[in-house]
T-cell receptor, first 112, second 110 residues
Framework: DTGVSQNPRHKITKRGQNVTFRCDPISEHNRLYWYRQTLGQGPEFLTYFQNEAQLEKSRLLSDRFSAERPKGSFSTLEIQRTEQGDSAMYLC??????????FGPGTRLTVL | GIQVEQSPPDLILQEGANSTLRCNFSDSVNNLQWFHQNPWGQLINLFYIPSGTKQNGRLSATTVATERYSLLYISSSQTTDSGVYFCAVGVGGATNKLIFGTGTLLAVQP
């Protein structure tokens, strides 16, 4: 099965450290989305790519966050100078243009 | 922005019972998806249903886009159906970002 994969699955870090997450989408999907989910809430949109172009960023995505999809395949999400409020599940999804989105298993970030 | 509300917020069922989950949204949408989030956090796709009715085994869904609601039916529930059910609407024109509802927490007891 070649679903969406994310690494690492869990990350524990100290406040102020930088972290990077990776998402590998379904191979033929040209769209890739990042969402964040905090405890007891539904996921919230952060940003999305069509091929290698980042086309929209949410106001939730502060300047400490950066995302890339350099060759239109996998994507990375980096958080610099992590804060305790960044603790959440980070979810990646992929789709064909305007199509059904399929989610990866997520990366659970804990900032101590 | 668009509001997506789900009801009921919590539901406890005995194994074998049937249930209906509702999703109301406040504006026109591109599409609608139903997900089941398992205890490990994985979002499992149930239906992609911008309009009409679909069935998959014990589950079925209906979306009436003109009236801005969708329903998820679970029949003959099993303990493995437990978890959180989310509806999510695709918005933003070309972006098609998903706006998730408030969720329904389902517990199926043996």
């Amino acid at each position: 099965d070649t679903g969406v994969s994310q690494n690492p699955r869990h990350k524990i870090t100290k406040r102020g450290q930088n972290v990077t997450f990776r998402c590998d989408p379904i191979s033929e999907h040209n769209r890739l989305y990042w969402y964040r989910q905090t405890l007891g809430q539904g996921p919230e949109f952060l940003t999305y790519f069509q091929n290698e172009a980042q086309l929209e960023k949410s106001r939730l995505l502060s300047d400490r966050f950066s995302a890339e999809r350099p060759k239109g395949s996998f994507s990375t999400l980096e958080i610099q100078r992590t804060e305790q409020g960044d603790s959440a599940m980070y979810l990646c999804a992929s789709s064909l243009l305007h199509g059904e989105q399929f989610f990866g298993p997520g990366t659970r970030l804990t900032v101590l | 922005g668009i509001q997506v509300e789900q009801s009921p917020p919590d539901l406890i069922l005995q194994e074998g019972a049937n249930s209906t989950l509702r999703c109301n949204f406040s504006d026109s949408v591109n599409n609608l998806q139903w997900f089941h989030q398992n205890p490990w956090g994985q979002l499992i796709n149930l239906f992609y249903i911008p309009s009409g009715t679909k069935q998959n085994g014990r589950l079925s869904a209906t979306t009436v886009a003109t009236e801005r609601y969708s329903l998820l039916y679970i029949s003959s529930s099993q303990t493995t159906d437990s978890g959180v059910y989310f509806c999510a609407v695709g918005v933003g024109g070309a972006t098609n970002k998903l706006i998730f509802g408030t969720g329904t927490l389902l517990a199926v007891q043996p």
